[in-house]
């Protein structure tokens, strides 16, 4: 019992020490990607090569004056950062990062939780995240934090639907809603090759639901200057970014999951499957930012109609489709 206390608390510590970190550096990564973009330098100076970017940042917003505005509703405005940072970091508690070790004489699955109904959690985890969002906005008293809070969620709504029709084309095929048996279940072909509708399906929603551009209307800075966020400031502040950058690796870390076979690779060294997940897991990540160097950000009408009129026809479609196959076969 011990034993498994103490492996629990070390795989947790490292994960999310891990998670932060990654946090912390895709901040400098999406910047010197998107200068590159752009045939500029983006940060370089601080450290060797402008590697201490993010901790100069971190301790910027550290030692940033802390401002309240008089007219929020204090304890609301507050409490919404929390809102929108913590369930961002929890769904990472049921995706396998690799596949089973053996240290001290003892079999350790690299997952933090390896629940029967992991792909629920995540949807369930996920969605919680709005609320910081929802929470902002109206604490804000700002009608461009409102605006853009009221915007993220009929985003989000609308996406999550065509999201969730897309997943379950793959627990219909695996048979399972447990992570670890989704990426077993994939061992002789991969989901993206039986469910490529879905996958792209996925993936824009993906990037939908993370208000990422295209889809970065609750942000759109010429329109709402910042969105939900306008007020905020210091760490508060970057805590609403921290959160949106945690999202976007858990977000490309279910796909590669559910659809690149996790954690497998061309060998079974349970090592090597941490590098083979974490190297998908950046594909998905690059995509982003690569998406925002080179899309213009989508109308307010145009994203409605893209999610209830394409993605969410597509989506039912699609699934008819896996559920007939599945029937019949």
């Known amino acids: 019992m011990l034993e498994t206390l103490i492996i629990s608390t070390i795989k ?3 994960v999310f020490a891990a998670l932060l970190t990654a946090c912390a550096y895709l901040t400098l990564l999406e910047r010197r990607v998107v200068a590159r973009f752009q045939s500029r330098l983006g940060p370089i100076y601080t450290g060797p090569n402008g590697l201490l970017q993010p901790v100069a ?3 910027k917003l550290l030692f940033k004056e802390d401002l309240i505005p008089g007219h929020v509703d204090k304890t609301i405005y507050l ?3 929390l809102a929108a940072f913590i369930p961002a970091t929890l769904s990472f508690v049921v995706i396998p990062f690799g596949s089973t070790i053996n240290l001290f004489g003892r079999e350790i699955n690299l997952v933090l939780s390896n629940f029967n109904v992991g792909l ?3 949807f369930a985890v996920t969605s919680l995240g709005i609320y910081g969002v929802i929470l902002s906005g109206w604490a804000s008293n700002s009608k461009y934090s409102l605006l853009g809070s009221i915007r993220s969620s009929a985003q989000m709504i609308s996406y999550e639907i065509s999201m969730g029709m897309a997943v379950i084309g793959v627990v219909l095929i695996t048979g399972s809603l447990n992570m670890n048996e989704i990426v077993k279940a994939q061992s002789g072909l991969w989901n993206i090759v039986l469910q490529p509708v879905g996958f792209l399906i996925f993936l824009i929603c993906g990037i939908a639901e993370t208000n990422r551009a295209p889809f ?8 709402l200057v910042a969105g939900y966020h306008t007020e905020y400031s210091a760490m508060k502040f970057g805590m609403f970014f921290v959160g949106e950058y945690a999202n976007i690796i858990t977000i490309s870390a279910i796909a590669a999951t559910l659809y690149l076979g996790g954690w497998q690779g061309p060998t079974d060294n349970p090592i090597l499957s941490i590098v083979w997940f974490c190297i998908k897991t ?3 990540v690059f995509f982003y930012l690569w998406l925002r160097a080179t899309t213009p950000r989508f109308r307010y009408d145009q994203l409605m109609n893209f999610g209830w009129k394409i993605l969410l026809p597509l989506a039912i479609a699609n699934l008819l489709v896996t559920a007939l196959v599945v029937l019949l076969t």
């Open 216 to 223: 970065d209307l609750p942000e759109a800075e010429s329109e």
């Open 57 to 59: 940042d971190l301790v």
């Open 79 to 81: 409490l919404a950062p």
């Open 282 to 284: 950046f594909l998905f």
């Open 12 to 14: 947790v510590i490292v």
């Open 120 to 122: 629920l959690y995540i």
